[in-house]
RNA sequence: GGGGCCUUAGCUCAGCUGGCUAGAGCGCUACGUUGACAUCGUAGAGGUCACUGGUUCGAGUCCAGUAGGCCCCACCA
């Protein structure tokens, strides 16, 4: 590779376009992101959630897969041989209904096609878009490990599929049978538990009468929110101990409209409390009823078709209307019959269809069910032993919770885009054959058999992701390298679909966890709170930013905007204002590294100054530094990555940019000689390179620009492999702290008086300095030049005491230092004491607060030593301040 | 019905194990084109940390309750 494609004069302004794919390209060139299981010594893998292979880029995905980027590349640097397992899934539901929206633009529909041409057509759109989001997320830099990238429906993975089914039925763990499910009149499939999302609908509560079928004048009075279902009615129950209801246990009643007997019966699933006492009974479209059905024994009368008509069990007025019509009429029929006693307004969750929000229907069908107990007990003993910990923890109750109660999951889907129930029938004897691949006959009786028609849901496959891309169920050297994963990164929307279920999968099948720390990232939501969502139209698109500002400005955005376990709010009508802070950054970045490149020293940018021959303002830097990258390093390991963006982003620019270029830029320039431009060259170019490498997993992009420019670096060099910056504790100096703090003290106050009298900013003018500590006396022993133009000074003299009565702006600081400016043709003898006069003031109320609290002496008593003695500091120095500042007055009294 | 979270500056939010004068960014005010950066710099205004009580020498932080907002789970028709 050659220089010239970076080696030129860095421009003005950062502009990322251009720039990124470059650099990407670069890595993807070297095969960066790619780890071999032979070479791998200490393994850190992440699996990613895989994105539908529908899906385009959105802000979730940006954040979910920034966080993820992070990691991989901290822990890189960091030495390890980190793995990024990347993929999608076929989402089963999703991409049918994807395609069959194509099919019916064109006017067809799926059974036009018939199942075959239809499977293909569905694979014909995932070679032609299928990749879409991997192209956007090495737009956003990921570094995933590509040559690895899987996909649900794959071969390989389709046969751990089968593996798994085969071996869970063999273990008596999956089962066939007629239950209620959740069934979609839409898409027209079952659904599991998890799919159908409760939402609150206001509905109506329908008391119907139910005359006795021995005394037609009486009856008894049931209450429901559907009353359509009544059609399929077999029974009505009542509480054994309900003291008003229960003489009428085994007497009969006339049901309406359908003209059948149903028989009074006693559960103790009934409310007796709950309106009349009477539950009409429904066991092929109730969960609850179907439940008493089996108990009772009842007949259970299905009456509606898959697409949520009427069907022929109903009689004939109400067959082929739909369950909304086949509602209206049944009231409309009661009402006429006398029969509906009254109707109530009733607010109710309702099960809604995950993917296309229809109102789900429970169905009485036969599917496929996995039996979840048992795998669900070793999954709770691993959380509970805190083998498997959650971020934030609180997630742990939820994942606990639903463990706890977890009911058995419906895994056959009525669709054709799917991985096919591995389950052949025969035809003749009725065998069942449950087969890794497809029989060549029945085994029993030697004839053709068939396959079942259904697939499994798209989970049955995701949640075998951590090992199932890894080669199982072959023992490969990629599984036994990189499995377990480390670390997963999600949505908590999904810990039940996906988190919960991965982890017994991988105790079942693997015998140890699939990852031992869970991250579960927040919410993205727009200007007014709103979560972003395709239907809502306010989500944005990440591309866009991305080509607006770079990837880097978009990853820093979101990864300071997320504080661990919180929501993040994006202005999505002000993409400029929602990624200023990132943009802004990269530029100051570029700016600053722009600004020092000539100067930099070409040692070896990695080793750190030797202290002796650094000077105050380096040392002040170089411990700044390494509490810094100590700080970083830390929150990352944490998973607190909001804190290290901020933590690093306050150093680069309000300690390096704003205070040590501005105090070196002299020296770098030669103005106070050799000796003292190379400690400041050198101390420079560790510190540079050092931030660089600590914002790289943030913000890969420019960090690797900007460090190929830094001396002794070619393209060839790269961020990738670290080293991460392990500054040595020994660069911790606390005196060049005190000494900086007090220079930068010295500073401000200066800088505030001139506000405060409105001299002009580009006077210099003179100060005094009395009674100097021995900090600020070091640091203007080394940096009065800095501290001269960075306070606009002319001159800066030391004195024993401040001229008495002299005008002048007089400031005290914290370590008793006095401070004078002889502005006698600014400084207004009237407006210099009520300042000092406020002054004081503010400092009495700090100083009663402090002897107040050591006058306690519960306080001095009970407190930590270090804190009483933190609290003596502060009100010694506060005396000293209050006593020299009163003087000040005191003088301005006399000289008037 | 059960569980969880949130309420801190005009806005969006940090503040992890309780301890110096509660922070950041944006916005606002005043000033500034001193050769890294106007995507900038300097200074400033702005907070009874929702409310009430408790624990503690000490509470934004821990506990209980109240009010408001949000989320998840749930088979009372």
Known sequence: ??????????????????????????????NAFHVEADRAQDPYVIAIPPPNVTAALHMGHGLNNTIQDVLIRFQRMKGRDAMWIPGTDHAGI?????????????????????????????????????????????????????????????EGLSRAVREVFVRLYEKGLIYRGNYIINWCPRCQTALANEEAEHRDVEGKLYHIRYPLTDEPEAWITVATTRPETMLGDTAVAVHPEDARNRELVGREVDLPLAGRRLR????????????????????????????????????????????????????????GLDRREARHRVVEDLKSLGLLERIED???????????????????????????????????????????????????????????????WCISRQLWWGHRIPVWYCQECGEVLVAREEPAECRACGRAVEQDPDVLDTWFSSWLWPFSTLGWPDRTADLDTFYPTTTLSTAPEILFFWVARMVMAGLEFMDDLPFTDVLLHGT????????????????????????????????????????????LQLDNEDLEGAFRVGRNFTNKMWNAVRFTLPYLAAEDLRRPPDRASLELTDRWILSRFATAAASVTDALERFRLHDAAETAYQFVWSEFCDWYLELVKGRLR???????????ATSLAYVVDGWLRLLHPIMPFITEELACHLPGRSDDDTLLFGPWPEPPASLHDAEAEQ???????????????????????????????????????????????????????????????????????????????????????????????????????????????????LDDRTFTERAPDAVVERERDKRRSLEERYARLREKRAAFAEAD
């Open 1 to 30: 590779m050659s220089d010239s494609s970076t080696r030129h004069e860095l421009s003005k302004r950062y502009d990322p376009s251009g720039i990124e794919s470059r650099i990407y390209r670069r890595w993807v060139e070297r």
């Open 94 to 154: 999703a991409t049918q209904n994807v395609v069959e929206r194509e099919l019916a633009g064109e006017g067809l529909s799926r059974d036009d096609l018939g199942r075959e041409a239809f499977v293909e057509r569905v694979w014909g759109w995932v070679d032609q878009y299928g990749s879409t989001i991997i192209e956007q997320l090495k737009t956003m830099g990921c570094s995933c490990d590509w040559d690895r990238t899987r996909f649900t429906l794959d």
């Open 264 to 319: 009074i019966i006693a559960d103790e699933y009934v409310d007796p409390e709950f309106a009349s006492g009477f539950v009409k009974v429904t066991p092929a479209h109730d969960p609850n009823d179907f439940e008493i059905g089996r108990r009772h024994g009842l007949d259970e009368i299905s009456v509606m078709h898959g697409d949520g008509t009427i069907n022929d069990l109903a009689p004939a007025a109400y067959r």
């Open 346 to 408: 009733h607010l109710h969750a309702v099960g809604h269809c995950y993917r296309c929000a229809t109102e789900v229907e429970p169905r009485l069908s036969l599917q496929w069910f996995v039996r979840m107990a048992p795998l669900a007990e070793p999954a709770l003993k691993a959380y509970r032993e805190g083998r498997l910990r959650f971020h934030p923890e609180r997630f742990g109750n939820t994942y606990e919770h639903w463990m706890t109660n977890v009911r058995d």
């Open 524 to 567: 993205v939501r727009d200007a007014r709170g709103r979560r972003m969502s395709k239907s809502l139209g306010n989500g944005i698109d990440p591309l866009e930013v991305v080509e607006l500002f770079g990837a880097d400005a978009m990853r820093h955005t979101l990864v300071n905007a997320a504080a661990l376990g919180t929501d």
């Open 670 to 680: 030669g103005e106070s000689g050799e000796e003292s431009r190379l400690s400041a």
């Open 739 to 853: 000494a900086l703090d007090e220079l930068r003290e010295l500073t401000n106050l200066v800088r505030n008086l001139r506000s405060e009298y409105g001299v002009d900013p580009a006077r210099k003018i003179d100060v005094i300095v009395a009674n100097a500590s021995p900090g600020l006396g070091l640091a203007l022993e080394t940096e009065e030049a800095g501290a001269l133009r960075l306070a606009g000074l002319a001159a800066l003299a030391a004195t024993d005491a401040i001229p008495q009565g002299e005008p002048g702006a007089h400031a005290v600081m914290r370590s008793g230092s006095e401070i004078f400016l002889p502005l006698r043709d600014v400084v207004d003898l009237e407006r210099e004491r009520a300042r000092l006069a406020v002054e004081i003031e503010k400092l009495e109320l700090q100083l009663d607060q402090a002897r107040k609290r």
